[in-house]
């Protein structure tokens, strides 16, 4: 099955820790995204990466950080900076390029509740 | 900043059609409306997108209007499976990348 895996489903930490979220894609994808998602709100971009080695901030970077050594991984990190890190987590993969059909396939998201 | 606006919640009737409404005022020319729907603590799935004329697929139909600054989803025979919070997204070609603007969205409540 292709898809988009993300674990662990559920992560607890403890303030002041720094957690690092599995993203993997077997789409044969050359963009992936990191997302995060509030309670009754939409999703606000992250981290994304359109090639291996390469990655750019989104609209809320400061206190994450990612890597893109391999095509099919995208792990991000949520340092001790982040003021607020408790959210769902979503990682997104698609397509490189302004392509027509250019949708985004999700992971099941991480849950991470910082205690 | 979100381009679009949705009404915060819906209901409807099952077997009965579910229309959402989104509105997209500012959009430009070549930006492309899009649909997803989450079910709670799951990931978003795709259901459809469009940039001009309407388009229809197995799960629903999209109607954008002629001026483009407003969209309806259509689901044609409602179930209890399609409660989910559905996204109308704005994708903003940027440089070699695809920009996704997620507003709040619409909760879809489908009762029997």
């Known amino acids: 099955d292709g898809g988009i895996t993300q674990s662990p489903k559920y992560l607890f930490r403890k303030e002041g820790q720094n957690v690092t979220l599995s993203c993997e894609q077997n789409l044969n994808h050359d963009a992936m995204y990191w997302y995060r998602q509030d309670p009754g709100q939409g999703l606000r971009l992250i981290y994304y990466?359109?090639?291996?080695?390469?990655?750019q901030k989104g609209d809320i970077a400061e206190g994450y950080s990612v890597s893109r050594e391999k095509k099919e991984s995208f792990p991000l990190t949520v340092t001790s900076a982040q003021k607020n890190p408790t959210a769902f987590y979503l990682c997104?993969?698609?397509?490189?390029?302004?392509?027509?059909?250019?949708?985004?396939?999700f992971g099941p998201g991480t849950r991470l509740t910082v205690l | 900043d979100a381009k679009t606006t949705q009404p915060t919640s819906m209901d409807c009737a099952e077997g009965r059609a579910a229309n959402l409404p989104c509105n997209h005022s500012?959009?430009?020319?070549?930006?492309?409306v899009y649909w997803y729907r989450q079910i709670h603590s799951q990931g978003p799935q795709y259901i459809i997108h469009g940039l001009k004329n309407n388009e229809t697929n197995e799960m629903a139909s999209l109607i954008i209007t002629e001026d483009r600054k407003s969209s309806t989803l259509i689901l044609p025979h409602a179930t209890l499976r399609d409660t989910a919070v559905y996204y109308c997204i704005v994708r903003v070609a940027l440089y070699n990348f695809n920009k996704f603007y997620f507003g709040s969205g619409t909760k879809l409540n489908v009762k029997p």
């Open positions: 990466s359109q090639i291996v080695n390469d990655f």
């Open positions: 997104a993969s698609s397509s490189r390029g302004l392509r027509t059909d250019g949708e985004q396939f």
């Open positions: 500012t959009i430009s020319g070549n930006e492309y």
